[in-house]
């Protein structure tokens, strides 16, 4: 096995997973006492204990390696949280980063800070077990589970130089949204946008059974995955130091093939679709935690999901302490309480780190949309009846002029479920066709590697570009033809997302809140209302009122 991690190194790396395991458990079971200096007392555990550690320490390992090879190589990254509900590993390598006491100045870097920073965990008044808005770096919240791919996806069209490390659990890998998103290697130009890097994470559970992904062989894992078009590695294991050096080698070897791919892609202009890489990681689910809790395993268990174990027995507090102490937060944190300048420096510096990418920070980067007069598109009548025009057909004509005026800007685009030629939109193929980066043959029209027209039937996809193209500082539209019965599920998904994910068009601290998400049902009408009820339809009477 290659070793690429000096014993130095690899010591340091191992001490921040460490660190970022400790603030993690810290978050989700102490109020106060964060690094034990004193024996650990009930009185100063949370009374009600909220949380996920079953996928923290994976994605805590993910992390730091992705922070050294940003560090190595001056990357411009994001990082894309599909198991969103690990949120105390996100917060803990945030601050670790140094972010976070920026952002937040009243979590400091000392035993005070660290104090504030475990009790407002899932605490009233204060932060969410989740990757929430308010968490720095985030775009993908997870608590609705499918959408940290096509999140991604819309993170990197026309950001030629992003990488959006995108981590997919294996219970999100189960859902219909996130099984459609592996398709994005067919609508991402090599040339002109960036690169999404999915990490599978196998972890073998769900809240209280095993995942699919985790419990089908190796072999047919891989074909899946390479029948979508990917190039899959795969990272298992359970010993630290083996997995450090694995996980280092394997994403210099990624990275080495992202950039060929690149250099290529910009030298040919665009030239053949690439099989981008992907790593498929599986470790054990509540990595390095308790092996067993009253005869019965944790580690590697469903069990490990949320909470590991309750403080409702005796032995419980000596249990918490012992679990806490293995990871010798005494090495890890000077007498201040601040992580050692030695472990720190592995951090990125500035905007290069994954929590202060601007990218990640909704609308940072924000370009000002150029627009055309939208009063020369009004249609002029003489007297009522005296011409005959569609409006959809009058929108298409406005949105293939704002289609042309931020051609150079590279800052719009159009999302649609295929139905852009069906809702009378198609004045905008005239500026520009629709992206598609798979098959083309000669009786196809309006596609090409370039395109600005972003068309999949999934509702979900649209959406989810959209919302993401918009949160790193871009502009579009999306359109579909709406509510009507046999659709009735066609455009509830989408108005869901627009519901969950419009925290992100809030604005904490962090964020800007000048966006705006155009969303258009174009075949909606009184005919085609849902009614509350058994019935599809509404009455006369009711349309009428």
Not at 333 to 338: E, P, Q, T
Request: glycine share 10%; hydrophobic share 35%.
């Amino acid at each position: 096995m290659d070793r690429p991690l000096s014993p130095e190194l690899l010591q340091k790396i191992d001490a921040w997973w460490r660190a970022a395991n400790y603030l993690s458990i810290g978050q989700i079971y102490l109020k106060d006492n964060p690094l034990l200096r004193q024996s650990l007392r009930m009185d100063q555990v949370k009374p009600r204990l909220l949380g996920h550690w079953g996928t923290t320490p994976g994605l805590n390992f993910i992390y730091v390696h992705l922070n050294r090879l940003i560090k190595q190589h001056d990357l411009n990254m994001i990082y894309v949280t599909g198991p969103g509900h690990g949120g105390p590993g996100i917060v803990a390598n945030t601050y670790l980063e140094g972010t976070y006491t920026e952002i937040y100045p009243h979590i400091g870097e000392d035993v005070d800070g660290l104090q504030r920073l475990f009790k407002q965990f899932s605490w009233p008044y204060g932060i969410p077990s989740h990757v929430a808005p308010e968490t720095p770096g985030s775009i993908n919240e997870g608590g609705e589970l499918g959408y940290s791919v096509l999140h991604a996806t819309g993170a990197v069209l026309d950001n030629a130089d992003l990488i959006a490390a995108c981590v997919v659990g294996d219970g999100e890998a189960e859902t219909g949204p996130c099984a459609a998103s592996w398709h994005l290697n067919k609508f991402l130009n090599p040339a002109r946008d960036g690169t999404v890097l999915p990490i599978l994470h196998l972890n073998g559970y769900k809240i209280a059974n095993p995942t699919v992904l985790a419990r089908i062989g190796d072999d047919e894992l891989v074909g899946l995955f390479d029948g979508y078009g990917w190039k899959p590695r795969i990272v298992a294991g359970h010993d630290p130091e083996a997995m450090h050096q694995l996980m280092a080698a394997t994403l210099d070897s990624v990275l080495a093939e992202i950039h060929s791919i690149r250099a290529e892609a910009t030298a040919s202009g665009s030239g053949q679709r690439p099989r981008w890489p992907m790593i498929i990681l599986r470790t054990p689910k509540g990595w390095t935690g308790p092996k067993e809790v009253d005869g019965k395993p944790v580690e590697g268990s469903w069990r490990s999901h949320q909470v590991p174990f309750e403080m409702d027995k005796p032995g419980r507090l000596q249990l918490l302490e012992h679990w806490m102490k293995s990871y010798k937060p005494e090495e890890l944190f000077d007498d201040s309480g601040r992580f050692r300048a030695e472990y720190a420096k592995l951090a990125p510096i500035g905007q290069r780190r994954m929590s202060m990418n601007p990218h990640a920070n909704g609308g940072m980067l924000l370009k000002e949309l150029t627009m055309p007069d939208f009063r020369t598109y009004a249609v002029q009548l003489s007297k009522p009846g005296a011409a005959q025009a569609e409006a959809t057909k009058e929108l298409g004509k406005f949105l293939r002029d704002v289609m042309k005026l931020n051609l150079e800007s590279k800052n719009f685009r159009v999302f649609g479920p295929d139905e852009t030629a069906s809702n009378r939109l198609q004045a905008i193929y005239e500026v520009s066709p629709k992206m598609w980066e798979a098959e083309i043959i000669a009786q196809d029209e309006c596609l090409s590697p370039n395109g600005r027209v972003m068309e999949v039937l999934s509702e979900h996809l649209c959406q989810g570009w959209l919302e993401r193209y918009l949160l790193t500082g871009r502009h579009g539209f999306f359109s579909c033809y709406g509510i009507h019965p046999h659709h009735r599920f066609y455009v509830q998904p989408t108005c869901q997302m627009v519901e969950d994910r419009g925290r992100y068009f809030l604005a904490p601290a962090n964020r800007i809140a000048e966006l705006s998400l155009n969303f258009a049902c174009l075949a909606a009408g009184p005919q085609r209302l849902l009614a509350p009820g058994p019935r599809f339809h509404r009455s006369r009477d009711e349309q009428e009122g």
